[in-house]
């Protein structure tokens, strides 16, 4: 093999690298319409967390007490240490994958219930009012 053509194939390798590392890092670009928080349906709330490699988006909600509301922990990448979501104050532990994670509340009672990443590096709060 001569010099050149280690040179070639070496630079073959890092452009195919470079590639592969810019398709999984611009995967999980979003777009700027964000749907709603929270939506009203027939009987029920739903509150909507886009979940992020630095958090929670947003990181505090607001729903109305006496409403049964289903919060859906929207995963847009796989690529996130947000693996799971946890809350003792609302009885959760959820596992996350890739696109919606809903979990079911009943009969919430006015307050401030906390949540965090499995790993606690990242919070939220829900308000019920």
């Not at 490699?53 to 990448?77: C, H, M, W």
């Not at 104050?89 to 949540?115: A, H, M, Q, S």
């Amino acid at each position: 093999m001569t010099k050149y053509s280690k040179i070639g194939l070496i630079s073959g390798i890092l452009i195919i690298c470079l590639f592969i590392f810019a398709l999984f890092y611009f995967q999980h670009t979003e777009s700027s319409a964000e749907e709603p928080v929270i939506t009203q349906h027939e009987g029920y709330q739903v509150a909507t967390i886009n979940v992020k490699d630095d958090g929670f988006y947003p990181a505090n909600i607001e729903v109305q007490a006496g409403v049964p509301t289903k919060l859906n922990f929207k995963k847009r990448s796989g690529f996130t240490c947000i693996r799971s979501v946890g809350s003792p104050d609302l009885g959760i532990d959820v596992y996350l994958e890739k696109g919606d994670n809903i979990t079911t509340l009943k009969d919430l009672k006015p307050g401030t219930y906390k949540f965090h990443c499995g790993m606690y590096m990242y919070y939220g709060t829900l308000t019920v009012k």
